[in-house]
T-cell receptor, first 115, second 112 residues
Framework: GAGVSQSPRYKVAKRGQDVALRCDPI?????LFWYQQALGQGPEFLTY????????KSGLPSDRFFAERPEGSVSTLKIQRTQQEDSAVYLC?????????????FGPGTRLTVL | DQQVKQNSPSLSVQEGRISILNCDYT??????FLWYKKYPAEGPTFLIS?????DKNEDGRFTVFLNKSAKHLSLHIVPSQPGDSAVYFC???????????FGTGTSLTVIP
């Protein structure tokens, strides 16, 4: 299984709860991206890592969102004090090359529902 | 403001005919474009890409056309097959940035 994996696949959280979403990229992929996809919309960029360095976090909607990739492979997206508007599918993607010059391989996503 | 637009939310095509999916963009800095296909409960899967130095790229039944002056790209699928039924997203990026901008998707249904 050489694809991008994400866990959990589904997460239900009560408003105010903290959640952590995990992404396992394809081994050796330098770039890792997180996206948020609301119902009926396309994926929207959240943040970008090149190895362990978070080079762009301009898409994170608030300071409640935090992402890390400490060893340059697995990444975690954390959302603190979840709100109903955080309900969405969170997609992780990785690519072999730097930045956006290469196709991205997506995981299946984590569907977050905040009640 | 949506920088990549797919104005047709859905499209139905008879099996064997051509499917044409359209995408428009507003940012003239975009120089790399991709099409993704998405089945329910799965992540998007890469289909085909094109860089701005080309105006056409072909891969089997899939061809992407880029019209830079019109800021428009299209994906042609011929012949269409029932297994092509999915949501198709176009995405664009600029070499000065770190993100892809996605359209809202077009749901293609190929009728057997």
């Amino acid at each position: 299984g050489a694809g991008v994996s994400q866990s959990p696949r589904y997460k239900v959280a009560k408003r105010g709860q903290d959640v952590a979403l995990r992404c396992d990229p394809i081994s050796g992929h330098v770039s890792l991206f997180w996206y948020q996809q609301a119902l009926g919309q396309g994926p929207e960029f959240l943040t970008y890592f090149q190895n362990e360095a978070q080079l762009d976090k301009s898409g994170l909607p608030s300071d409640r969102f935090f992402a890390e990739r400490p060893e340059g492979s697995v990444s975690t997206l954390k959302i603190q004090r979840t709100q109903q508007e955080d309900s969405a599918v969170y997609l992780c993607a990785s690519s072999l090359d730097l930045g956006t010059r290469d196709e991205q391989f997506f995981g299946p996503g984590t569907r977050l529902t905040v009640l | 403001d949506q920088q990549v637009k797919q104005n047709s939310p859905s499209l139905s095509v008879q099996e064997g005919r051509i499917s044409i999916l359209n995408c428009d963009y507003t940012n003239s800095m975009f120089d790399y474009f991709l099409w993704y296909k998405k089945y329910p409960a799965e992540g998007p899967t890469f289909l085909i890409s094109i860089s701005s130095i080309k105006d056409k790229n072909e891969d089997g039944r899939f061809t992407v056309f880029l019209n830079k002056s019109a800021k428009h790209l299209s994906l042609h699928i011929v012949p269409s097959q029932p297994g092509d039924s999915a949501v198709y997203f176009c995405a664009a990026s600029a070499n000065t940035g770190n993100q892809f901008y996605f359209g809202t998707g077009t749901s293609l249904t190929v009728i057997p």
